[in-house]
């Protein structure tokens, strides 16, 4: 039985970028992602490594069609996102959410905690009972590791790490499918990392989470990923299960990336 969630299909975006001088301006293509293809299944986890500039967190927002990319696909559960209608595109994105790198930039600093996690809710429902909202808010806090009674709290008024499982609460209170975690754990503390990593393993099990986690730190990607894409200059050099990675990789790149 087949169960795939996602599938890349020869992925490229690419941006025109003006250099010269006023007079004589030169117009060039920057290739961010450049041809990628890859598929993900249901409770797997994809980590997507590389330098910074390699076009990680633009291959992110072109799989949640935050971007148009230039050519290629991008399948979820078969259906080309690129090609939906607004409205169907917006049904699409209770399943595909966002952890950001910065915790405390991702959260507005003006709304609640029970605000901030409630505002998907109110989206994609506005018309779900308040008792419901609150008992999902609560419900999710729980299970990030935050206490119930921290609902009326402002982001100023938690740690890095607490913001950060605010954020990952932000993004499973619609119950989706799939999270793209775009470096979530580069802007913590090393003990920090553990704890939100280990938390991530946890939820994946629990709910069966798709997640693409996008890093840089080779030891990170270790401990969560069961496959990694190495990418360089908007390629993917390789794609291969974590142990064969460690152990044989198969690019110089990857080898050097480990090293």
Same mark, same amino acid.
């Given at each position: 039985?087949?169960?795939?969630?996602?599938?890349?299909?020869?992925?490229? @975006?690419?941006?025109?970028? =003006?250099?010269? *001088?006023?007079?004589?301006? &030169?117009?060039?293509?920057?290739?961010? $992602? +450049?041809?990628?293809?890859?598929?993900?299944?249901?409770?797997?986890?994809?980590?997507?490594?590389?330098?910074?500039?390699?076009?990680?967190?633009?291959?992110?927002?072109?799989?949640?069609?935050?971007?148009?990319?230039?050519?290629?696909?991008?399948?979820?559960?078969?259906?080309?996102?690129?090609?939906?209608?607004?409205?169907?595109?917006?049904?699409?994105?209770?399943?595909?959410?966002?952890?950001?790198?910065?915790?405390?930039?991702?959260?507005?600093?003006?709304?609640?905690?029970?605000?901030?996690?409630?505002?998907?809710?109110?989206?994609?429902?506005?018309?779900?009972?308040? @008792?419901?909202?609150?008992? =999902?808010?609560? *419900?999710?806090?729980?299970? &990030?590791?935050?206490?119930?009674?921290? $609902? +009326?709290?402002?982001?100023?008024?938690?740690?890095?790490?607490?913001?950060?499982?605010?954020?990952?609460?932000?993004?499973?209170?619609?119950?989706?499918?799939?999270?793209?975690?775009?470096?979530?754990?580069?802007?913590?503390?090393?003990?920090?990392?553990?704890?939100?990593?280990?938390?991530?393993?946890?939820?994946?099990?629990?709910?069966?989470?798709?997640?693409?986690?996008?890093?840089?730190?080779?030891?990170?990607?270790?401990?969560?990923?069961?496959?990694?894409?190495?990418?360089?200059?908007?390629?993917?050099?390789?794609?291969?299960?974590?142990?064969?990675?460690?152990?044989?990789?198969?690019?110089?790149?990857?080898?050097?990336?480990?090293?």
């Amino acid at each position: 039985m087949n169960d795939r969630v996602l599938r890349v299909q020869d992925l490229a @975006v690419e941006f025109k970028v =003006r250099e010269g *001088g006023l007079l004589r301006p &030169v117009t060039q293509i920057l290739k961010a $992602v +450049n041809g990628v293809s890859f598929d993900l299944q249901a409770g797997e986890t994809l980590a997507v490594v590389g330098e910074s500039g390699c076009g990680k967190s633009t291959l992110a927002r072109a799989l949640l069609a935050l971007i148009k990319p230039s050519r290629g696909r991008v399948l979820w559960m078969g259906e080309d996102l690129n090609k939906l209608d607004v409205e169907d595109l917006r049904k699409k994105r209770q399943d595909l959410q966002i952890v950001f790198q910065d915790p405390l930039a991702a959260l507005n600093p003006r709304m609640t905690v029970r605000d901030i996690i409630a505002e998907p809710l109110w989206t994609f429902f506005p018309k779900i009972a308040r @008792v419901q909202v609150d008992e =999902r808010v609560r *419900g999710v806090m729980k299970m &990030v590791g935050l206490l119930p009674n921290q $609902v +009326n709290r402002y982001p100023h008024e938690f740690s890095g790490g607490q913001c950060q499982r605010i954020g990952i609460a932000r993004a499973l209170v619609l119950n989706p499918k799939l999270v793209i975690c775009d470096e979530p754990v580069s802007a913590l503390d090393v003990s920090i990392q553990a704890q939100i990593i280990n938390l991530l393993k946890d939820l994946q099990k629990k709910l069966n989470l798709s997640l693409v986690f996008i890093a840089h730190d080779m030891s990170v990607v270790r401990h969560i990923a069961d496959r990694v894409m190495v990418m360089y200059l908007g390629r993917a050099m390789e794609i291969s299960c974590r142990d064969n990675l460690y152990k044989r990789p198969l690019h110089p790149y990857s080898s050097a990336m480990i090293k």
